[in-house]
């Protein structure tokens, strides 16, 4: 980490983690994305009713050995990806501990329904028991979306406003445009920021079918993927932050019709703007990359705003496969864990302030989006 202060009043992320299909933590995500490691494997005989025989699964995750006994019991899965990764950062260090807990300190989760696979399970109690309230009621609590970021802050004493916000592969943008907005309007000091998705056979039936019905023989083409990860943003002014990038902006949209290539060179537009930039100092791009016509758009937006602009792709997509709602965050960590193993000198010798991380996001329900960091 650099210990560096913005001149702007810009918020700032300080620090991050990811549970991942690389492993379980910062260091595991950054490694893989510096080898471009492939996590594709093939499902075991726990996995035998699903309709592909692979996926990127966070290697050997399992709720109680990560987070033991006590509190677990019904605890699901992307409840316990995300109760990890936020440990995982705040672990890290004590300033993480003290800024990210607290009174002051908010939780902004993107996802798309929490866990399908846990509302699936409910329903189907309900309806194959001997009366249709014969169901576990311990249970109940994962059927409902903020299950993840309620656990969270009850599990790390995050007392500031929680809110789950619902966005498919564009989840993490519409979290981040959130926590900037907490703090901006004063509502929080600190946000952990952050996006979860699990691998499950709900899913894996869910986007089957869902790809299936919309694109043919597409199906199956990209492996799902899972896991989650977490931002620690704050405030930019504070004398012991150790900046690791300036959220600039983040510019949402919505398709009209069928044209996302405009809706989204719309987004870069303002995104630009916003930031005061030039396409020339973008030196890395993540993409969401989805195989369907809408990342081919994506990456036609990306030309025609951009032109050539010589920036390193890191999209992540094709080493932890399809991460669903957690794609715009791994995303995010994508470009922090770049920075880190690339100093701004090697790439900028005149300023570490010129180096821009993009990511852009599409999704088949219409949602686009876009965020520019400025990287230390």
């Given at each position: 980490m650099t210990a560096t202060t913005p001149a702007g009043r810009r918020p700032v992320i300080t620090a991050w983690s990811a549970v991942s299909p690389f492993g379980v933590g910062r260091a595991a995500f950054t490694e893989g994305i510096r080898e471009r490691r492939d996590t594709t494997k093939v499902l075991g005989p726990s996995y035998e009713k699903v309709p592909e025989p692979t996926a990127c699964l966070v290697p050997g995750f399992d709720v109680r050995s990560a987070l033991g006994r006590k509190g677990t019991r019904s605890m699901d899965r992307v409840t316990g990806l995300t109760v990890t990764a936020v440990g995982a950062l705040l672990g890290e260090s004590e300033r993480n501990q003290r800024v990210g807990t607290g009174e002051g300190?908010?939780?902004?989760?993107?996802?798309?329904?929490?866990?399908?696979?846990?509302?699936?399970?409910?329903?189907?109690d309900s309806l194959t028991g001997e009366q249709p309230f014969f169901v576990d009621p311990a249970q109940f609590p994962n059927t409902v979306m903020n299950c993840a970021s309620g656990q969270s802050a009850i599990w790390y004493q995050l007392k500031g406003p929680n809110t789950t916000i619902a966005g498919g592969r564009a989840a993490g943008l519409h979290a981040l445009n959130y926590a900037r907005r907490l703090l901006a309007s004063g509502h929080a000091e600190s946000v952990l920021c952050g996006t979860a998705e699990e691998f499950s056979p709900a899913r894996a039936w869910l986007e089957h079918h869902a790809v299936s019905q919309d694109f043919p023989g597409t199906a199956g083409s990209i492996p799902l993927g899972e896991g989650s990860s977490?931002?620690?943003i704050e405030p930019a002014g504070a004398d012991d932050q150790p900046v690791l990038a300036e959220i600039l902006a983040v510019e949402l949209g919505v398709v009209l019709g069928e044209d996302v290539r405009a809706a989204l060179s719309s987004c870069l537009r303002r995104a630009l703007a916003q930031a005061e930039t030039t396409p020339d100092r973008i030196v890395a791009i993540a993409r969401s990359s989805s195989t369907d016509r809408a990342g081919a758009d994506e990456l036609?937006?990306?030309?025609d705003v951009l032109g050539e602009t010589?920036?390193?792709?890191?999209?992540?997509?094709?080493?932890?496969?399809?991460?669903g709602a957690a794609a715009a965050g791994f995303?995010?960590?994508?470009?922090?864990?770049?920075?880190?193993?690339?100093p701004a000198k090697e790439r900028h010798p005149a300023a570490?302030?010129?180096?821009?991380?993009l990511i852009t996001s599409v999704d088949r329900t219409g949602s686009v989006g876009c965020a520019l960091l400025r990287l230390y």
């Open positions: 300190a908010a939780f902004a989760l993107g996802t798309t329904t929490g866990s399908a696979q846990s509302m699936m399970d409910f329903t189907r977490m931002l620690l036609l937006a990306i030309v010589g920036a390193v792709d890191l999209t992540p997509h094709d080493l932890i496969g399809d991460t995303q995010t960590t994508s470009l922090l864990a770049y920075a880190e193993t690339h570490a302030t010129a180096r821009i991380g």
